[in-house]
């Protein structure tokens, strides 16, 4: 699984950190910080937190 996150329209709110935390993350000056190519065994945490992402900057490919 390959996951890109659109920094134009990304505003750091946070809640794919929260939906799935073994891939995305806050640094310590609330920027997010994410593993582009997580395990398979995650991708239902990741396609929730493409859902729940408020500005639908999360990308999800194979």
């Given at each position: 699984?390959?996951?890109?996150?659109?920094?134009?329209?990304?505003?750091?709110?946070?809640?794919?950190?929260?939906?799935?935390?073994?891939?995305?993350?806050?640094?310590?000056?609330?920027?997010?910080?994410?593993?582009?190519?997580?395990?398979?065994?995650?991708?239902?945490?990741?396609e929730e937190a493409?859902?729940?992402?408020?500005?639908?900057?999360?990308?999800?490919?194979?």
């Open positions: 699984m390959k996951v890109t996150v659109d920094r134009a329209l990304c505003q750091d709110h946070g809640q794919c950190a929260i939906a799935a935390p073994d891939v995305f993350r806050m640094d310590d000056d609330g920027k997010l910080v994410y593993e582009p190519n997580p395990d398979d065994s995650l991708r239902d945490e990741v493409a859902d729940v992402c408020p500005v639908q900057a999360i990308l999800i490919g194979d």
